[in-house]
T-cell receptor
């Protein structure tokens, strides 16, 4: 069963624009992670944010976490065509086990 | 960069045949996961191991699926007998539970059962 739901399901933008994806989850968590999946490939870990953190940055990525609303957002600034992929949030509680959301398909047009 | 290696990359088989998928986790990672990805169900956790011991296989259909780690460098997922509804991409991932960092995924095995 899916723990998280990403919103929107699909997003199309022009190069240079910012892309924002949201993730809502159902239960308490220890941490929330974001992954990218290029078509036909495995998932690649992007960033991890712990339940006691509110914001985290990594290069052009900015992740926020609001545990009171059980939601997170991933912002990709100055998007590039190479950012075209599906993005998934994943959560874990007291184990290593990650439960993935439904994903957002991002298309960045040159 | 260290990689998780999965074989085969693609497998087409007839219904009723046995399928074995293999995974070589990253050296030093003590946790291995098997996920299945389909359009309808998304990413589903099938089973996972820590230090080669199975911790959770509740997501796996027990009557036909089995997962093992015969040694620290090899994880296997078997389906016997295979059915068309098993068609999916199967991913292996490994992680180091001590660092609490993210998973490293393999490239997946795309299984088609006809």
């Amino acid at each position: 069963s899916q723990q998280g739901e990403e919103d929107p399901q699909a997003l199309s933008i022009q190069e240079g624009e910012n892309a924002t994806m949201n993730c809502s989850y159902k239960t308490s968590i220890n941490n929330l992670q974001w992954y990218r999946q290029n078509s036909g490939r495995g998932l690649v870990h992007l960033i991890l944010i712990r339940s006691n953190e509110r914001e985290k940055h990594s290069g052009r990525l900015r992740v926020t976490l609001d545990t009171s609303k059980k939601s997170s957002s991933l912002l990709i600034t100055a998007s590039r065509a190479a950012d075209t992929a599906s993005y998934f949030c994943a959560t874990s509680l007291y184990t290593d086990k990650l439960i993935f959301g439904t994903g957002t398909r991002l298309q960045v047009f040159p | 960069d260290a990689r998780v290696t999965q074989t085969p990359r693609h497998k087409v088989t007839e219904m009723g045949q046995e399928v074995t998928m293999r995974c070589q986790p990253i050296l030093g990672h003590n946790t291995v996961f098997w996920y299945r990805q389909t359009m309808m169900q998304g990413l589903e956790l099938l089973a996972y191991f820590r230090n080669r011991a199975p911790l959770d296989d509740s997501g796996m259909p027990k009557d036909r699926f089995s997962a093992e780690m015969p040694d620290a460098t090899l994880a296997t997922l078997k389906i016997q007998p295979s059915e068309p509804r098993d068609s999916a991409v199967y991913f292996c991932a490994s992680a180091n539970s001590w660092t609490g960092y993210g998973y490293t995924f393999g490239s997946g095995t795309r299984l088609t059962v006809v």
